[in-house]
């Protein structure tokens, strides 16, 4: 696999990732208007009608933002309403793009939203995933060994404290399509992803192969 060589440290990794870390709070715009708008993507995508906008964890979603900051990040996220650079989703949902958590390059790791309300960051699957994004995950910025201790201890905590079954790249979402946690409604909005990169996936679950999360369901396209 390429650019093995630069995780040959995974071991010492794990084992520095069993000490505590702390997760700075840094919430984004969760106002009035960004609750209506998730509430109305619950009821208008997966058929959830709530009075809050409340999800019931059973996956990790990991990701980059190929946002070379994390201030930066953070800005793009913030807003309430989508900005008028993302016209591929804007028609389905006015509903800002976000993730619950964002580690930066020095392996910080920002809370952005409770762990339990909803971020809209992978198609079909929001009303149960938890998203981690990872700042950078260009060729010129590549997530860092910090950014990945960091994912594989918060990794480590959100299991222990959901139920959850699942561990998956954001660009493996699609393989979810005939999975019971899939509701999306609209067979056609999909959007092609790469990130994190099956290298850094591979360690990340290298590292947590013992809290034996499920196995991916098989490409339903085959």
């Known amino acids: 696999m390429k650019h093995i060589s630069f995780w040959l440290l995974l071991g010492s990794l794990v084992t520095s990732c069993t000490t505590t870390k702390t997760i700075v709070e840094r919430p984004i715009t969760f106002n009035e208007e960004r609750k209506i708008l998730t509430l109305e993507y619950l009821e208008n995508r ?12 059973k996956m990790i979603v990991l990701h980059w933002t190929v946002i070379p ?14 900005p ?29 939203l409770p762990e339990t309300t909803m971020a809209r960051h992978v198609i079909g699957l929001n009303h149960c995933a938890i998203g981690v994004e990872n700042v950078g995950g260009t060729d010129e910025l590549p997530l860092t060994k910090a ?10 905590y959100l ?8 561990l998956i790249g954001h660009y493996e979402y699609t393989l979810f399509e005939n999975n019971p946690l899939w509701l999306e409604k609209d067979e056609g909005y999909r959007t092609k992803k790469t990130d994190p990169g099956p290298d850094f996936m591979f360690n990340v679950r290298k ?6 999360f499920k196995e991916l369901p098989e490409n339903p396209s085959k």
């Open 46 to 57: 997966y058929g959830l009608e709530q009075d809050a906008p409340q999800i019931y964890p």
């Open 69 to 82: 900051t994390f201030e930066k990040s953070f800005e793009a996220f913030d807003p309430a309403t989508l």
């Open 84 to 112: 008028n650079w993302r016209p591929d989703i804007k028609d389905v949902s006015g509903l800002n793009v976000s993730s619950q958590f964002m580690v930066d390059r020095d392996g910080t790791i920002y809370q952005l």
């Open 147 to 156: 950014q990945l201790k960091s994912n594989i201890w918060l990794v480590r």
């Open 159 to 166: 299991k222990e404290k959901y139920d959850i079954d699942y």
């Open 207 to 212: 590292a947590v192969k013992d809290l034996k």
